[in-house]
């Protein structure tokens, strides 16, 4: 984002995140997210820069929700049923000891430079290698995005801020309306697993 001027940027949302694994020591990431040109949605988390495609960015919000889901019923000590959709990420469901576990994973096309990693859209050819992304469920009620070899924990609340403001930089529509207690997001201008 330093590179660019605010006028160019159509969305910014932005956000101190909890990091859930390390919340004892109040740990925080900041996020950003944004729309800037005609290539998708931005992400940067802690140091990371990360643009996906707007219908990844889409999926990786719907698979949020659905990790958040099944945390609330684990919360709540009910059976939770996310719905059935297609999917372009592997869904896992299962039951252990103490509740339900939700992952959600895939490897995608990306060109990965120093500075940040790009997914490609599969419509336009792309130099590129593979890069993991999933979403899971973890201990104690936190919600976990990994892109490549980095993973980042964060509460529920942080999920559903995350998954509104993908939803928004994509012209999609919120898939919850929870108080997220966002601090800035807004508009600049202008049981079937697959």
Known sequence: MENCSIESVAYLAKRELTCWRDREYDDKYDCLVSTQGDYGVSLKISIDSIRFPDHVAQEIARCLYDAVFITV????NFVPTPAERECILQRKYR??????????DGKFSCHETTDEIRFCDPLHDCDTSECYVGVNTIDDGGIELVVGTMGYSFSMLDAVWLVNALMDATGGDHLDVL????????????????
């Not at 019923?73 to 709540?76: C, F, K, Q, S």
């Not at 039951?95 to 339900?100: A, D, I, L, Y």
């Open 95 to 104: 039951k252990r000891v103490f509740g339900w576990v939700y992952t959600a």
């Open 179 to 194: 108080e997220t207690m966002s601090m800035i997001c807004s508009p600049q201008s202008a049981p079937n697993f697959r």
């Open 73 to 76: 019923g684990n919360i709540a």
